[in-house]
């Protein structure tokens, strides 16, 4: 049995590698070694180049690409614009506070030093709650909480704005501009929709709610307003000095992260060009797992607070949790409930202030996304040449700035996200491999599979039979004279090909053709034997090889 597994070794290596190399591989015992260390050299680089194709479509199944670097801008979506005033406390709303504090039998100075500290809420200080805890417990007492007291000192919305032109149109500021919270508080914000709380502070559904293209680029044709910055209504700034911020970001986005900031101030112009890009996922790429892929799909998971899923706003909402695990309430400025009711967290927290820890955030970038950049330029402006423009022909207070935000052209870039090699991809990169390095393709395979599989079977089988239907009989057939083993071997090989009207001899002989000669001279009549039964040569060579192990084990 041994010769039949080497024979089968053979055969599938001629099988599988090219001609050539097969005839090698039936040479002499050099060239037998030589073919066999080439073979495996082969085999080991055919390897190495699998494994790095595999790991690479494990660790980086997508590739991004530039699709287009004439995207229409008309099909980006305009920008969210949020307009946020330095001055936290609105000083006619401060008044009133003060008056309705008063009624408490709170002094005017403690009002006013509690209000002073109140943009504090938005850049945390430490401070001495020995005297502010007055009003604290004082407005706790009647329902009031620092969201609410923080919507009732901001400036109103239709104060800062004092005028508005959309797409070259006078437009009513009050229609495209909603009081939305942000990082910096209460703000006013155009074209946004983003995380929304209970409040209802921005308006949900209806022909106002979609988000705003615009179908052209330059100055006439994006948002221009004209803001009052009120200094002498500020009270308690977040800044030190009189200005509006001006935030420009994605407008499905609550603005808190990855945005664009600039500054207005008073009698100054402000004008922002705005590039869109964007980046679409094809179709193939849903098809991968979230871990190779590294992204998700708007429409995969909800949102912490939209319909949709964002990262901006999924980082905003681990913040959230986070805060609240430690503190057991919320920052005013956050889109939900559950706020702080005062200037300092609760007491029951003494890992509030351990700067070693930090969030554990499950957020990915979004497959399909877009983002924006922008230049901004300003100049001063004089009130003595107000009249010479046409958006300052009215009679205009002293301290109002200019904003205008627009795309700066008409095209923009477009990324495309796809899979760097699917399945299909793959198997015919193995494929190439293989055949490149071992010469091979998928009929080898099947061969090889055929030669260790039910060949062998066969072969077994039939070896088995010949040693139980005709042992006596070869034992009792003559020794026949000798004679030229090539020649009349070959003559017999081919006279059995003529019986059975098939091509016997050539491939087998010549895969083993030393062995042949070799067992003819020693053993003529076993091989005589079998060359007149329906055997196959693999059957008699495999049984005369036994016999003639058998006879030398009896005449020892």
């Known amino acids: 049995m041994s010769g039949s597994y080497a024979a089968m070794g053979v055969s599938s290596t001629a099988a599988m590698m090219l001609n050539c190399a097969a005839k090698y591989a039936r040479g002499n015992g050099p060239l037998r070694l030589l073919w ?6 082969s085999l080991a680089i055919a390897g190495i180049l699998i494994q790095l194709v595999w790991v690479r479509f494990l660790k980086s199944p997508t590739v991004i690409s530039i699709e287009d670097t004439n995207y229409p801008i008309w099909k980006v979506p ?13 000083k006619p709303a401060a008044q009133e506070f003060i008056k309705d504090m008063m009624a408490y039998g709170i002094s005017n100075v403690t009002s006013t030093n509690f209000l002073k500290k109140l943009p504090w809420l938005l850049d945390p200080q430490p401070l001495e709650m020995n005297e502010l805890t007055i009003i604290q417990d004082k407005l706790m ?3 009031i ?20 032109v959309w797409e070259g149109y006078n437009t009513n500021c009050s229609e495209i501009f909603d009081v939305i919270k ?20 921005v308006q949900d559904g209806g022909e106002d709610d979609k988000v705003l293209y615009i179908g052209g680029a330059g100055r006439g044709t994006g948002l221009s307003v004209i803001l009052d910055v009120q200094t002498e209504s500020y009270m308690a700034p977040l800044f030190p000095y009189y200005g509006i911020s001006v935030l420009i970001h994605d407008g499905t986005d609550y603005p808190e992260i990855s945005l664009l900031t600039s500054l207005v101030q008073p009698r100054q112009e402000l004008s922002i060009s705005v590039g869109g890009n964007s980046i679409e996922s094809e179709d193939n790429v849903r098809g991968l797992n979230v871990e190779q892929r590294l992204c998700w799909f708007d429409d995969e998971i909800p949102g912490n607070y939209t319909d949709d899923y964002s990262y901006q706003t999924c980082v905003t909402g681990c913040r959230i949790t986070a805060v609240a695990e430690k503190c057991g ?3 005013f400025y956050y889109p939900t409930s559950g706020v702080f009711s005062s200037l300092q967290p609760p007491k029951d927290t003494p890992e509030f202030g351990n700067s070693s820890l930090g969030m554990n955030c499950n957020c990915l970038p979004q497959c399909t996304d877009k983002w924006y950049s922008f230049t901004s330029y300003s100049g001063q402006m004089t009130p003595d040449l107000f009249q010479n423009s046409p958006f300052l022909q009215e009679e205009m207070p002293q301290d109002v700035g200019i904003v205008n935000v627009f795309f700066k052209d008409f095209s923009s870039t477009k990324y495309r996200r796809y899979c760097f090699m699917t399945w299909d991809a793959l198997f015919a990169t193995f494929g190439g491999i293989f055949g490149l390095c071992l010469g091979g393709s998928v009929i080898s395979l099947v061969e090889l599979v055929y030669h260790f599989t039910i060949k062998l079977w066969v072969e077994t089988h039939n070896s088995a039979n010949i040693v139980r239907l005709y042992p006596q009989k070869i034992a009792k057939l003559p020794r026949p004279k000798r004679h030229s083993p090539v020649i009349s071997l070959k003559h017999c090989l081919k006279t059995k090909a003529d019986i059975h009207s098939k091509e016997f001899m050539p491939s087998y002989f010549i895969e083993r053709e030393r ?24 059957s008699i060579l495999s049984y005369c090889e036994s016999d003639a192990l058998d006879h030398a084990a009896s005449d020892a």
């Open 141 to 143: 007492e009647v329902g």
């Open 182 to 201: 942000s990082f910096q508080g209460y703000c006013c914000s155009f074209n946004y929709h983003g995380a929304r709380d209970e409040t209802k502070l």
């Open 36 to 41: 066999t260390f080439l073979s495996a050299l």
């Open 329 to 331: 309430c919320l920052p």
């Open 145 to 164: 909480d620092m969201e609410r007291l923080m919507l009732q000192l901001m400036q109103p919305c239709d104060r800062m704005v004092v005028k508005c």
């Open 515 to 538: 062995e042949w000669k070799t067992m003819w001279k020693s053993h003529p009549q076993c091989i005589l034997l079998g060359l007149n039964s329906d055997l196959p040569a693999i």
């Open 78 to 90: 305009f920008p969210g614009v949020t307009l946020c005033n330095s001055n936290k406390v609105y």
